[in-house]
């Protein structure tokens, strides 16, 4: 048994194919699947079970599989050890960030990364809530940039920046002749969400002081993607919230849509960089967030200080 055979077989459980995992890997599907039939040979039992639809984890093989990530894992970490030692702003940085934040977050702050840290290298991945957290807990990701609250004693926060949030709605709509939104006008407004997973619908809502059944048919209306919304609101179909980053996205040239910033003390979310504490290179979550912080516009209000 080695490294190798252990990669090979967390590999195959979580693409549930042979061929994908042998891509994965850089080798052939023979030299993979003859890999893990010795390794299965050697412990005697049969980690995966194979048909030719399909192939599944046993029993026996998901309580190997779960000692086999965490092997993984130390050995990730003995590696990372080794490079802090050397230089903790060098390598790979992996950091996962939530759908309707990381498209009009990360084009501020790529080229400064890159010019201030250009040792640095940013894996990128965009997932939701619950997804970034139990990537974060498989250590799969080094860190993520959230807009909802943790337990802060599984996992490290560092508080960066609180985004407004605006409203946009049809050039047409009743409410287009309001100089000033109220909480009052928001109060069974036809609100447009996103699909549930997303924390922005939830955030939405709690600002609306709504739920599914205040929606009615609204409730069925539900978008995978912020630029989805706004196609729906220029459509006519409703209005919705939108985080003030978003408001430098290209769904702005639209003349079918207007927006007003919420002048109300809790329309606005919290968003944070969020890391196990276990994680050794804290240098290169700080000057992760030293750029991010240093790039804001001044359409958000900043949590972190700029270094002077």
Request: with cysteine; glycine share 4%; net charge negative.
């Amino acid at each position: 048994m080695n490294l190798r055979d252990l990669k090979y077989v967390v590999s195959v459980a979580e693409s549930h194919h042979f061929g994908k995992a042998a891509e994965r890997c850089f080798v052939s599907q023979p030299t993979l699947s003859g890999q893990i039939k010795k390794l299965e040979e050697e412990l005697g039992i049969s980690i995966f079970e194979r048909t030719k639809r399909s192939v599944e984890v046993t029993p026996v093989g998901e309580m190997i599989l779960n000692h086999a990530r965490k092997i993984l894992e130390q050995v990730e970490d003995i590696e990372q050890v080794a490079q802090t030692f050397e230089d903790p702003l060098a390598g790979s940085l992996r950091i996962g960030a939530i759908p309707t934040l990381s498209p009009y977050l990360m084009p501020s702050i790529l080229m400064p990364l890159k010019n201030t840290h250009p040792q640095m290298i940013l894996v990128l991945s965009e997932e939701l809530t619950d997804t970034l957290t139990e990537r974060l807990k498989n250590h799969e990701i080094d860190a993520a940039l959230i807009a909802t609250e943790v337990d802060e004693q599984e996992f490290g926060v560092m508080p960066l920046f609180k985004e407004p949030f605006w409203l946009a709605y049809p050039c047409d709509h009743p409410i287009a002749s309001k100089a000033e939104i109220g909480r009052a006008d928001l109060d069974g407004a036809d609100l447009l969400l996103l699909a549930e997973g997303h924390c922005l619908a939830k955030q939405a809502m709690d600002i609306c002081h709504q739920n599914r059944q205040d929606q009615g048919d609204m409730a069925d209306l539900r978008a995978s993607s912020l630029e989805t919304l706004f196609q729906m609101v220029s459509a006519g179909f409703g209005s919705t919230l939108v985080p003030a980053l978003a408001m430098r996205g290209t769904w702005r040239s639209d003349e079918g849509i207007s927006t007003c910033k919420l002048k109300l003390n809790d329309a606005y979310r919290c968003i944070s960089l969020v890391y196990r504490k276990s994680y050794p290179r804290q240098q290169a979550l700080d000057a992760f967030a030293q750029v991010i912080v240093e790039n804001l516009p001044d359409s958000v209000e900043r949590l972190a200080k700029e270094k002077r």
